[in-house]
């Protein structure tokens, strides 16, 4: 009864260009949200290199405010080696936001999920459908483990996620897990962004390698 | 009697361009409150395109705030879409204010709300008279459920309201209240902000599907 | 004897360009405030519109501070409307200040005051004098109830003012007021700032109407 509270917290049936489901974690258990960004400046008109900005909103703590500036560092650089001409991130003000407005929300484990939708916005390309992503990620693009693995994979089955990207240091807490949590989850770990963006934006399930929890 | 104290509580008789009536709840009953925006630079001439700001007032809690640059955001990208040649919200420094100034607010809920009066502004159309309306919204223009359905519903007549909308995941909250709130109010429900416009700036009840709640 | 002590409550015996008298109001009773405005940048030629800011003291509160960002916005639409070559309000940086600056003061009740004064400085015109005003004010310009009708009266006589301007929702608590307050006050209701500027800067009293209190 206490989870059918939670079925419709998804908010999105589909996710768009630009919007990716991560999973939050607090002692009252797990709870899926998403990443929203958009275009703030919708006309500018070329503007200049290196004048772009991130407006963040949805009652976020210093820490994810700082884990958004980083993963707009990493993804700025992902981006610039993957598509050289591609300068949206670097010209463009972009509008974070995470709903809901009145919930506070905190802690760095929104980076990865952060960067997937900064590069979903700049390239246009949506998500791959289902799938939900933790992970704090560092300067250098590398995913570093985070809380609440069991609460989250919780949180992520409730919402209809059927493929889940976990830092590659929370192997052994997914492994832990019991069946009835894990069956019918396809995960994958991720030691740097690369991994993440692999999942993220594939088309297919064909990369995927299924939980074996 | 009591109720009688609030019978006056209706600013407008009539909404000019760029004011929008909102519903607000506390633990002391529901109230209903206006949105009014204005240019505030009236003579800037051609200011460049994403030079545009939003200037708050009225004693607004930071959630609030945060909802009002999310509602710039998603008026941006409607009227983009819509009229993509008008540059108004990306221009102009536009001033929201929230009438009484003494009076704390806080929340999300005024989200379609505010668009709907940046909006007007910025189309110089009147919304529809007698219309209130309540719910979040995302920075994708998801309309989100929002609290306090029973006390802005008796707030919303006590103001002479006759077209009420609200958001569509709080159907069932507003299909539980009892025929003397409901009786005579016009309801719409909306799932993203194109459901609010339509409603907002129809000129005629034509597009109206009555409560039978 | 312990009104003896507000008899000096009177800064100027006649108010200057860009000086108005306000009414305040605490639990200690009515006095009298004067709001006084400058021009800032005194020798700045021809800014751009769209520059001009509003600078203020006088130990306020943020809900005044409001007040006065509100007053801006509403003086400049209205300046705009009346004498549409004159960009004063909308090029200078304008100085607003409330001696004296020791005694903290808060509230949105001097909104038609400060738009008075605002406008009384970008005309060069002063105000009649002997009329002190209180009033909230929304950005569309309506005038807003406020409290201490009483207390404003009285200390309105102290001060020898002969003309008040009250908002139009508080016309019943001035006619419920002894005869020993309002007999020889003039007093005028304002609903929108359209009648607050008639009585303000009319230079006799044939436009009066004389309270019948």
Known sequence: LGKQIFS???MYAN??????????????????LYIETSKRNIRSEKPEPGT?????????????KES???????????????????TFLEQEHIHLHVPEGATPK???SAGITIITALISLATGKPVRQD????????????VLPVGGIKEKAIAARRSGVTCLILPVDNKKDF?????????GLEVHFAGTYDDV?????????????????
Chains 1, 2, 3 share one sequence.
């Open 131 to 142: 799938v939900a992503m933790t992970g704090e990620v560092s300067l250098k693009s590398k």
């Open 15 to 32: 996710t768009p260009v630009g919007v990716v489901m991560g999973l939050a974690w607090t002692a009252m258990g797990g709870s899926s």
């Open 8 to 10: 419709s917290d998804r």
């Open 175 to 183: 492994e832990e897990l019991p069946n009835f949590i894990t069956d």
């Open 197 to 213: 963006y692999k999942i993220a934006f594939s088309d297919t399930a064909t990369t995927a390698s299924s939980s074996t929890g």
């Open 68 to 86: 958004a500036q980083i993963a707009l560092t990493v993804a700025r650089n992902f981006l610039h080696h993957r598509e050289p001409n591609n």
């Open 106 to 108: 905190d802690g760095p």
């Open 52 to 64: 772009g900005a991130l407006h963040l909103t949805g009652n976020l703590g210093d820490v994810m």
